[in-house]
């Protein structure tokens, strides 16, 4: 079971990035999704969540607007394009799978990634 995120990388603040994460060894269509991030020094947070199904979004306030969560059932994948980066996005973001459980709680996610680094320059 394994879950790979990538396309992270180094963007100017204000422009764009998409994130994907890529699950295998999971029947990846009955696990909702979601995306999380931790800066040094910080703890890990929630950023934007998609159910199983594709239909049903929540995202944090400091990604209302500017991220779009979404995925591909037929490919095992999900994305977050982020838009509109501000230097505080910067941090590791990690993709996470759960099957229930309050979803912007890190304890409801039971499969995780290894996450990928987005780097904000001003």
């Known amino acids: 079971v394994q879950l790979q995120a990538s396309g992270g990388g180094l963007v100017q603040a204000g422009g764009s990035l998409r994130l994907s994460c890529a699950g295998s060894?999971?029947?990846?269509?009955?696990?909702?999704m979601g995306w999380f991030r931790q800066a040094p020094g910080k703890e890990r947070e929630f950023v934007a969540f998609?159910?199983?199904?594709?239909?049903?979004?929540v995202y944090a306030d400091s990604a209302k607007g500017r991220f779009t969560i979404a995925r591909d059932n037929d490919k095992n994948t999900v994305d977050l394009q982020m838009n509109s980066v501000k230097p505080e996005d910067a941090a590791l973001y990690f993709c996470?799978?759960?099957?229930?459980?309050?979803?912007?709680?890190?304890?409801?996610?039971?499969?995780w990634g290894q996450g990928t680094q987005v780097t904000v320059s001003s």
């Open positions: 996470a799978a759960s099957l229930g459980g309050r979803v912007t709680d890190t304890v409801s996610y039971s499969i």
């Open positions: 998609i159910r199983w199904s594709g239909r049903g979004t």
């Open positions: 060894g999971l029947t990846f269509s009955r696990y909702n």
